[in-house]
């Protein structure tokens, strides 16, 4: 369908971004920051619990169990509730258990806040990529996602100083610093529950910030967006998590994970390793430069892909470079050598995110999509269990983290490889219309 003369195209996709896109960004950072800070708050933290590097491991992985457990049920019920609703509900309990997550006094205290935290926070992403799915068109898609998920990496651009800057320089009452730091930084999540309720339109046809033209406008668009992808189908919610589709993608993302996530919560860690000297601000300083770079990757390669309206090797492309400068920072010993490995490996990985999120839309309708996303990012998360223990035990038994980051490396390899063999069709009538493992294709 094409645009009319009263609407301008361009002028309302702004508009509509504008409106959403920051608003959700920020949401997404505060996000990261209570569930990525754990890793800052190990420099004084794992002494002062006694935690060793194998608890620590733990530690952080724990929180995906909770966020297995209880993604596809919190989606189910976003689709009940509506996405306002239930994103505001999930962000004001995420951050309460932020901030009780500061009052710990032992291991065992820990261990259960941080699986409550993953519990809390479970389904926020996979809803706000579905809500996304309500406001904006296929071509537009992997490009939006890529803005909203460019707040991973900025959030530890921000995360980073801040967290470093709170431990070296808060410390009320006596109370240590990376108490202080899991109290502030989750305070964002109460107010962004409170601004999300009244802030967000649930669709479309509940804008009151859209003209009735802009809204029927958009509508038709996104009604016609449906029809031009026939293979896209419903399936029902009980149905997509038997889907050797969804269940493909999930795997894929699962050996992705662990890499991400295992190089993300044991960067401060690895820094700290280059030197005895370096301070905790400094090392959140350093741990900037890695983020900053993937960020701007990020944003690049999902306009590539919306492009050139293709997905598969915009997945896989970053999977391998992310696999061989993991590699790479493993091999070797010179610090400046290694940050630039980390910070090759680290733009790999989140460019990455951008196309591998628009595939299930290719294929599924949006609600189906919004069950099957959630399975995907479930079942994946797992790998934030596995990559962050699997450093951490091979840390315990005496090797370094060189072998952990080896292991990861060669994780992203098979993500690669089975990114690589999706067959994804395409017909004279549009873009991608459906995705198959390769080895099921005629």
């Not at 620590?56 to 596809?72: A, D, K, N, R, W």
């Amino acid at each position: 369908m094409q645009a009319s003369q009263s609407i301008n195209e361009t002028a309302l996709v702004r508009k509509i971004s504008w409106r959403i896109i920051p608003f959700v960004f920020v949401l997404y950072i505060v996000s990261y920051l209570d569930r990525a800070n754990i890793g800052y708050a190990a420099l004084q933290m794992n002494k002062e619990l006694a935690l060793s590097s194998e608890a620590f491991g733990f530690v952080s992985g724990i929180f995906f169990i909770g966020y297995f457990l209880f993604e596809v049920p919190s989606n189910v019920f976003l689709n009940k509730f509506g996405a306002r609703v239930w994103i505001a509900r999930i962000l004001m309990t995420w951050g309460a258990v932020a901030i009780l997550s500061a009052f710990v006094q032992t291991a065992t205290q820990l261990y259960i806040l941080r699986f409550l935290l993953g519990v809390a926070e479970a389904g926020f992403f996979p809803g706000i990529i579905v809500y996304l799915t309500y406001w904006f068109r296929m071509k537009e898609l992997a490009t939006t996602v890529a803005l909203f998920t460019a707040a991973i990496p900025v959030s530890y651009i921000i995360g980073a100083p801040l967290s470093t800057w709170i431990m070296d320089h808060v410390a009320w009452f006596q109370w240590s610093g990376w108490r202080w730091m899991l109290v502030l930084e989750g305070m964002p999540a109460l107010i962004g529950g409170v601004l999300c309720f009244l802030y967000l339109a649930d669709r479309p046809k509940d804008a009151k910030w859209l003209k009735p033209e802009e809204r029927d406008w958009l509508l038709a668009e996104l009604e016609s967006d449906k029809k031009a992808r026939p293979t896209v189908k419903h399936v029902p919610s009980m149905r997509v998590l038997a889907n050797p589709k969804v269940l493909y993608l999930a795997f894929i993302y699962f050996v992705y994970q662990c890499g991400s996530l295992g190089v993300g919560y044991w960067m401060p860690q690895i820094i700290k390793g280059f030197s005895n000297t370096l301070s905790h601000t400094e090392i959140g300083l350093i741990a900037m430069v890695p983020y900053i770079f993937a960020t701007i990757v990020m944003v690049l390669w999902s306009r590539s892909s919306d492009r050139r309206a293709e997905r598969r090797l915009h997945s896989a492309i970053p999977l391998a470079v992310a696999a061989a400068a993991l590699f790479g920072a493993g091999m070797t010993g010179n610090p400046y050598v290694s940050i630039t490995m980390i910070s090759l490996s680290l733009a790999g990985l989140y460019a990455f995110k951008s196309p591998f999120w628009a595939l299930p839309t290719l294929f599924l309708s949006r609600s189906s999509a919004s069950v099957s996303i959630a399975v995907i990012n479930s079942i994946g998360n797992l790998g934030g269990f596995v990559g962050p223990f699997a450093i951490g035990y091979v840390k315990g038994q005496g090797g370094s983290s060189t072998t952990g980051l080896l292991f990861l490396s060669a994780l992203l390899v098979i993500s690669f490889f089975m990114t690589l063999f999706i067959r994804i069709h395409e017909t004279p009538s549009g873009p991608e219309r459906e995705l198959t493992p390769a080895s099921k294709r005629a």
